[in-house]
């Protein structure tokens, strides 16, 4: 397997946990996306949107980190990321997008820039915007796992899965913009336990080849 990936994508960052947690073994495929690499040629030909991460499997390229890591679970089950039973299934996943479809798009670097350099918003206001949807995103979600009872050392029990997966990064985007998770003490519990695991150091940002 290939992995498309940059250090500091947050999606990527997703991945690289989801392949560390199952134990295999990939090509790392550095596109830098501060220099602009999405958009040249051949990157422009595996991806035409220009974004990473993207998981070649043996020729089949796949799409999407929420996807990859549903299909990582599919194609290789076991240890499993996401439960079985649609219920439990259904709360991680709902869990996981509240981070990726509520919070992360609307602070993806793409969505920066197009504040500072085509709506000439200042850096102040750029933080203002990353602050108010980072903290209106963590306050849904330190509601649901601080009153759930299914939350145990992680989101969902005493198994890192697919919510931690897309906790960690999140959360490792707001320490980078500063923004204060004192309101949040079950979030940073559980991140700090997730932190404490080979597979999520594995993958974090600053050991990844491309890291600066």
């Known amino acids: 397997m290939k992995l498309y990936s940059y250090y500091r994508s947050s999606a990527a960052y997703r ?8 134990g295999l ?10 220099k602009g690499q999405q958009f040249e040629a051949e990157f422009a030909a595996i991806n035409s949107q220009g974004l990473v991460p993207v998981l070649d499997d043996g020729g089949s390229l796949i ?20 439960p ?8 991680v996943r709902s869990l996981a997008l509240i981070i990726a479809c509520e919070i992360h798009p609307l602070n993806n670097l793409r969505v920066l820039r197009y504040l500072t350099h085509t709506l000439k918003v200042t850096e102040e206001q750029k933080t203002a915007w990353y602050h108010h949807w980072v903290i209106t995103g963590f306050e849904a979600l330190e509601a649901r796992l ?3 009872p299914r939350t145990g050392r992680y989101c969902h029990g005493d198994t890192p899965g697919f919510a931690d997966i897309s906790l960690v990064p999140q959360v490792a985007n707001a320490r980078r913009f500063a923004v204060d998770l004192t309101p949040f003490p079950t979030i940073v519990r559980i991140d700090a336990a997730c932190n404490e695991v080979e597979a999520f150091r594995k993958a974090a940002p600053q050991v990844q080849p491309d890291a600066e």
């Open 146 to 148: 601080a009153n759930d």
């Open 84 to 91: 079985t039973d649609p219920v439990e299934r259904n709360r």
């Open 63 to 82: 799409y999407q980190s929420l996807a990859i890591i549903q299909y990582l679970d599919e194609t290789h089950p076991e240890p499993r990321i996401i």
């Open 25 to 34: 073994d990939y090509e790392y495929v550095s596109v830098h996306i501060g």
């Open 15 to 22: 991945v690289r946990i989801a392949l560390a947690l199952k």
